[in-house]
C-alpha cells in the first residue's frame, strides 16, 4: 500500500511541476522574438543607388545615389500577438545624410495600421540601433519595413558604406 501511495505522490508531483512549467512558458512577455538579417532587405526601385550584399547586411556601393530597401520577413500567426518593438541595426557613414528607416504594420487586408519613421543620429563609427514601438493594437498585422541608405561617403567617422546590417521583430500574447 505504501509504494502505490509513492507512486501517486510521484506522478502528482510531475504533474505539478508540467503544469507550472506549462503555464511559466505560456506567460512569458513574449511570443516570438526573430532576428532577421539584412540579406531579406531588397532594392525597390533599379533607379537609385546600387545594393551589395555580405555579412554586414545590405549596403549602398553608390557613391552618388540613396538606396531604398523594403525589408521582409515571416512572422508566426496567432490572431492574438501584437508587434510589440522592431529593432534595426544600420551603420551610418555618410557625413550629411542618415540611414532612415519607416514601419508599417499591416492588416491582413493590406491597410496601414501604424506608421513610424526613425533616422540615424549622423555618422559614426559603431553602429547604430533604430527602435520601432507601435502605438495602438497591432493584433492581425504584418510588418513593412523600409530603409533608406545614403551614398557612400569617404569623408566622416567611419566614412565608406552605410549598412542595414539586422532588424529584429519581437511580438507578445
Known amino acids: 500500500m505504501k ?3 509513492l507512486r501517486e505522490t510521484a506522478v502528482v508531483k510531475i504533474l505539478g511541476y508540467t503544469l507550472g512549467l506549462f503555464f511559466a512558458f ?3 512577455g513574449y511570443a516570438a522574438d526573430v532576428l532577421y538579417h539584412g540579406s531579406f532587405c531588397n532594392p525597390n526601385t533599379s533607379v537609385g543607388g546600387q545594393a551589395f550584399y555580405n555579412q554586414w547586411g545590405v549596403a549602398n556601393i553608390s557613391p552618388v545615389s540613396s538606396l531604398t530597401v523594403n ?3 515571416v512572422l508566426a500567426f496567432s490572431g492574438i500577438s501584437n508587434i510589440a518593438e522592431v529593432d534595426v541595426f544600420v551603420y551610418d557613414r555618410n557625413a550629411s545624410e542618415d540611414v532612415v528607416c519607416t514601419l508599417t504594420t499591416v492588416a491582413l487586408d493590406g491597410v496601414a495600421v501604424t ?3 526613425q533616422r540615424s543620429f549622423g555618422s559614426s563609427d559603431p553602429g ?3 527602435i520601432f514601438n507601435p502605438i495602438g493594437s ?3 498585422t504584418t510588418f513593412g519595413l523600409e530603409c533608406t541608405i545614403p551614398p557612400f561617403s569617404p569623408a566622416g567617422p567611419g566614412g565608406g558604406h552605410s549598412h542595414v546590417t539586422t532588424y529584429r521583430v519581437i511580438t507578445t500574447p
Open 115 to 117: 506608421t513610424q519613421t
Open 26 to 28: 505560456a506567460s512569458s
Open 128 to 130: 547604430q540601433f533604430l
Open 71 to 73: 525589408c521582409g520577413g
Open 138 to 140: 497591432t493584433i492581425l
Open 3 to 5: 509504494s502505490k501511495s
